[in-house]
């Protein structure tokens, strides 16, 4: 028995950790079949010596808890954690059988836990005016629980160097950076990156929230002289259109913008052998100067000139005696808060698969891949020589960048970046600091391969895939390689669209739309593990929430849209719809306190919008299939309305609320009523079956796949009907020829409905995915598309757009036949597809519980019943192995003993393990 993985909920790192008490997870590997976790003990201590664990130095002992619970185990120390303190924590466990085993020590630390019930969050005005402390006297009188630092920089929006020079007097053990740069910012500690960050810190809503980041930075740090470095640019914070395309404009070429001063700030934590800690703070001694980056636009245009660069501006010795010192700022006004979700990184590196001289000083280089991206370029030329670099998802005939919609034409001449070398030196790199994109296609301007006309040299071009460093959970694969081109097509374009929020396009608009983070769940949730992300996408709702109880269609909202593209429940309803799914897959319930309340006020919103007793239709309905809005609206927002309040109802019970229980419970029941009453046709007059009709087209009945997949997977059709509104959605997909007729939210439902038991239809949607014609997934991969269009089009303005991207989620719910039945994969399906064309299919989940592991094979069976399946059962859950009908047969492996037992029958269930399934279906 080993713990082999251990964890805060929420947390995507653990360097200033700024609760009082969170949930933390583990995982265990145990060989025995039949062994189990009946107990654990944790303890959490600010030592890492356990034999140094004594009432003094244990934080938090939980004492030995009779329990198989591995997930959302409380920590809460009576009087909470002290501030800037770096704790350890282990989780001892111990089977039926008294077998022990410790996990190894884990750390975290923390900021200033207490520091937002105090007014104001951190002060800057006491520089102004020194009086205020007179008014504050609470804050200041709560030294050891309060932020120190002062904002600071040069008063400007432009982007800035900040430097501090310091010299520690003797050696420290730990020295931890708290730090934070509006809009981004790269810190440096003796010239060398202090983490593998990029972007730093989230996107939030600034005048709400402001996030800022922990850095261990112990090993960077010398004796002697050292030198940190920050360099700040806009982000969303704010804005700078310069003179190129800028998307969050107003028809009157305004824009909104969270601050006009670009700020920084930064408490340097040095911790030494004998206990003590001393903080250096950022203030007006610090040193600031303009950037060489002079242009920081996040829709992927930078200008940098070489020539103003400062060689070695953050290394130690460097000579600041002409830089200015840094002036105090008042700065947003949102607390701060530690950036929890995992950070963003730099992944893959795309070498080009060709490069073109397409005409003279022009270069186009392929990717091969459409993605988010970061270049670097490597360059060389004559001091103030220039080349610019442009994007783009498309090519013309004529080998240059193409923005096929006419509307954004823009794209073509008003996003670039613009270099100016130095010519000091033999090659010079370049990458974009503070903006990213999504392209497949980079074209040089102004530049060579031989430097012929006085040219810049372009010695080499790459990029970097731009996303979430949570960790990567799962791949499928299958004998099809169009299916495989176009699972690779959906992996690229969800992790081209996970940041510190979850956006649809990380090219044209950048925004966080939330129905792609309730839509897409399941699915990215096999991409990377997105707890944290998704938790501080629900407190960015929390921030953007109107007073009214309203939640827009995105979070942050960085440009006011208007009507139902501002008010929708498919969008806003995400308030409801996360709290369940992190639930569902992750097993944590941590974020039900502070999300219940505003869940609450939007349902108590919605109310206000119901029409005919009870139905919701005022929104964007399925949008994306036919007109813009307005299909299917009763049926797809009463639907979701009517999910939101079971869920507000299941919070309720969690939290302990039983009379809110109740209420949420008879209002969804009200809803489940009249949307049968409107909906539900049961006359049999015009079909021989019930089925539910949209109110598209007043005074006439339609039959559609969308009305009853919608019902379907929303449990809204009455036991009675449930066999009729299956016949009635398979009529409908027979009578489509087999044609997706739906837009991006009915999308999602169809393939789920697909993949149901009663149903099984795979043919069904892999001819839809096959189709000639559009709508299909195959038309976009036959003309060399590499990842997802916005629509149904062969020339799409944005095409690395993941709303169309739910058919992922049936590769592994169906294909691959892992789902799961209870919360974080405790017990979980797996179901052989033995009806779709596939003869081989692997892929991995890696569950909150350990890695499942499916690989399913016939190839080379004379029988197309029989496949032998391999597939690992992590430890702590049940595999429910279902198989074709009654009278299937199964011969079971458990590895590595040699046993071999046979089930007959539908369902067998696997215990925590390796097996290999020898299948009759």
């Not at 299917?632 to 609320?657: D, P, S, W």
């Amino acid at each position: 028995m080993e713990v082999i993985c251990c964890g805060i909920h929420g947390f995507g790192e653990a360097i200033g950790i700024d609760v009082d008490q969170f949930r933390v997870f583990w995982k265990l590997d145990i060989a025995d079949e039949h062994a189990a976790q009946v107990a654990y003990r944790l303890v959490v201590s600010d030592t890492k010596d356990t034999d140094k664990h004594s009432q003094e130095h244990i934080c938090f002992d939980s004492g030995r808890v009779e329990s198989r619970e591995r997930r959302k185990v409380f920590c809460n120390p009576q009087g909470g954690f002290k501030s800037t303190t770096l704790y350890y924590w282990t989780v001892t466990v111990w089977d039926q059988h008294g077998n022990e085993a410790t996990s190894s020590v884990n750390e975290f630390y923390t900021s200033y836990p207490r520091s937002s019930k105090l007014l104001p969050p951190y002060s800057m005005n006491q520089i102004y005016m020194p009086h205020s402390s007179l008014i504050f006297r609470t804050w200041f009188e709560d030294e050891v629980n309060r932020w120190k630092a002062v904002l600071i920089g040069d008063g400007s929006d432009k982007p800035l160097y900040l430097r501090k020079a310091l010299t520690f007097q003797r050696k420290p053990s730990r020295v931890i950076i708290l730090a934070s740069g509006l809009g981004h910012f790269n810190l440096t500690v003796n010239g060398m990156p202090a983490s593998s960050h990029v972007l730093d810190p989230g996107w939030t809503n600034y005048h709400r929230t402001v996030q800022f980041v922990g850095y261990d930075v112990t090993e960077h740090i010398s004796n002697g002289e050292n030198a940190i470095g920050a360099h700040v640019g806009n982000g969303f914070y704010a804005g700078d259109q310069g003179d190129r395309f800028f998307w969050p404009m107003y028809e009157d070429k305004t824009y909104v913008r969270y601050g006009n001063e670009l700020c920084f700030f930064a408490e340097i934590h040095s911790h030494y052998e004998d206990g003590t800690h001393e903080c250096i703070i950022s203030d007006p001694t610090w040193k600031v100067r303009k950037s060489a980056t002079i242009l920081a636009n996040i829709y992927a245009s930078e200008d940098h000139d070489r020539r103003s660069y400062p060689v070695g501006w953050d290394a130690p010795g460097f000579g600041d005696a002409d830089w200015k010192h840094a002036k105090p700022l008042t700065g947003p006004r949102g607390k701060l808060r530690y950036q929890s979700q995992h950070p963003v990184i730099l992944h893959n590196t795309f070498v080009p698969i060709s490069q073109t001289v397409v005409k003279p000083g022009v270069i186009m280089y392929d990717l091969g891949q459409n993605s988010s991206i970061m270049v670097r370029v490597v360059a060389s030329g004559l001091s103030g020589a220039e080349y610019r670099v442009k994007y783009s998802e498309t090519i013309g005939e004529d080998g240059l960048v193409l923005m096929p919609d006419p509307l954004f034409k823009e794209f073509e001449t008003g996003v670039y970046s613009k270099i100016t070398l130095s010519g000091q030196g033999e090659q010079e790199v370049w990458t974009p600091d503070f903006s990213f994109t999504s392209a497949r296609y980079i074209q040089i301007e102004g530049a060579s391969h031989d430097g012929k006309d006085g040219l810049p040299i372009i010695h080499s071009l790459t990029a970097r895939h731009v996303s979430s460093g949570a960790p990567q959970l799962g791949f499928v694969k299958t004998d099809k390689e169009d299916v495989n081109a176009l699972i690779n097509a959906c992996h690229w374009t969800f992790s081209s669209n996970i940041f510190s929020y979850h956006t649809d396009c990380p090219q044209i608009e950048k925004f966080g739309w939330l129905e792609v983070s309730s839509l897409l769940f399941p699915a990215t949730q096999y991409v990377r593990d997105m707890e944290a992300v998704y938790s501080k996408i629900l407190d960015g709702i929390v921030d953007t929430q109107e007073p009214s109880g309203l939640v827009p269609t995105m979070a942050p909202l960085v440009r006011y849209m208007c009507g139902p593209m501002h008010d929708t429940i498919t969008w806003g309803g995400a308030v409801c719809l996360l709290p369940e799914l992190i639930k569902h897959y992750y097993g944590s319930t941590s974020v039900f306190s502070k999300i219940y309340r505003p869940c609450v006020q939007y349902m108590e919103y919605m109310e206000g919008k119901e029409r005919l007793g009870g139905l919701i239709e005022h929104g964007l309905g399925d949008w994306g299939y036919s007109i813009a809005f307005g299909n299917h609206q009763a049926n797809v927002e009463t639907a979701i309305y009517y999910k939101c309040l079971r869920n507000v109802a299941m919070m309720a019970k969690e939290l302990g609320f039983t009379s809110d229980e109740a209420k949420f419970t008879s209002w969804a029941e009200r809803i489940y009523t009249v949307y049968n009453d409107q909906l539900l046709v049961t006359d049999k007059t015009t079909f021989s079956y019930a089925f539910y009709t949209s109110r598209d087209n007043p005074g006439t009945q339609d039959c559609t796949m969308v009305a009853q997949a919608v019902a379907l997977q929303h449990d809204l059709v009455p036991p009675q009907h449930r066999a009729d509104a299956i016949k009635a959605f398979v009529a409908a997909a027979e009578d489509s020829g087999h044609v997706m007729r739906a837009g991006e939210i009915g999308l999602k439902y169809l393939w789920n409905t697909l993949a149901e038991q009663e149903i099984d239809r795979p043919d069904i949607v892999l001819n839809m995915i096959r189709q000639k014609e559009h709508p299909s997934y195959m038309r976009f991969l036959r003309r060399r598309e590499t990842s997802l269009l916005e629509f149904w089009q062969d020339e799409c303005r944005s095409k690395c757009h993941d709303m169309l991207g739910t058919i992922y989620e049936w590769f592994y719910d169906y294909a691959l036949g892992v789902r799961p039945l209870t919360d974080a994969y405790r017990t979980w399906r797996l179901r052989p597809c033995f009806k779709a064309e596939f003869d081989y299919v692997e892929g991995k989940v890696e569950s909150p519980y350990g890695l499942i592991w499916v690989r399913f094979d016939r190839r080379g069976k004379q029988d197309a019943t029989r496949a032998v399946v391999d597939v690992n059962v992590p430890t702590g859950t049940t595999c429910e192995l279902i198989l074709p009908d009654e009278a299937s047969t199964v011969e079971v492996q458990r590895k590595p003993v040699d046993e071999t037992r046979t089930f007959k029958g539908n369902t067998v269930k696997l215990l925590q393990g390796h097996y290999r399934l020898d299948i009759k279906a």
